[in-house]
């Protein structure tokens, strides 16, 4: 018995080429991922600690806010829940307008309270 040898399969120019450009392709992709990265990095190294750290508190501030308005709503609801008003809103500036307004109110009203609570308050 013998065992029939397998013919081998020569690749066309158009197959050879489309393996170029797609491992082209992916290593663009790769190379824009690692520049993004070092991108990050130096905004990072950049960036004063004194302003990272009042975006942090600010974001910290608006995640306490936020789960006091919607306390049984989960992350990804919130998210569609701005979804949604990005797509109703667009490009309007009024309506952006009545938007500000409307969150600074709440961002005042939501404010957490210093020091204790009266007694008429327990």
């Known amino acids: 018995m013998e065992a029939q040898a397998k013919k081998r399969?020569?690749?066309?120019?158009?197959?050879?080429?489309?393996?170029?450009?797609e491992?082209?392709?992916?290593?663009?992709?790769r190379l824009r991922e690692q520049l993004a990265k070092f991108e990050q990095q130096k905004r990072?190294?950049?960036?004063?600690?004194?302003?990272?750290r009042e975006r942090?508190?600010?974001?910290?501030?608006?995640?306490?806010?936020?789960?006091?308005?919607?306390?049984?709503?989960?992350?990804a609801q919130i998210l569609a829940?701005?979804?949604?008003?990005r797509d109703r809103v667009g490009d309007n500036s009024h309506l952006l307008g009545e938007l500000d307004n409307r969150g600074n109110a709440l961002m005042q009203e939501l404010k957490p309270r210093r020091?204790?609570?009266p007694r008429s308050a327990i």
């Open 56 to 75: 942090e508190a600010q974001r910290r501030s608006l995640m306490d806010r936020i789960s006091r308005l919607v306390p049984d709503w989960e992350p």
């Open 23 to 29: 491992k082209q392709r992916q290593t663009e992709m």
């Open 44 to 52: 990072s190294l950049q960036e004063n600690p004194r302003a990272r």
């Open 115 to 117: 020091g204790r609570r």
């Open 9 to 21: 399969h020569r690749r066309t120019s158009e197959e050879r080429l489309a393996d170029l450009e």
């Open 81 to 85: 829940a701005v979804a949604e008003v």
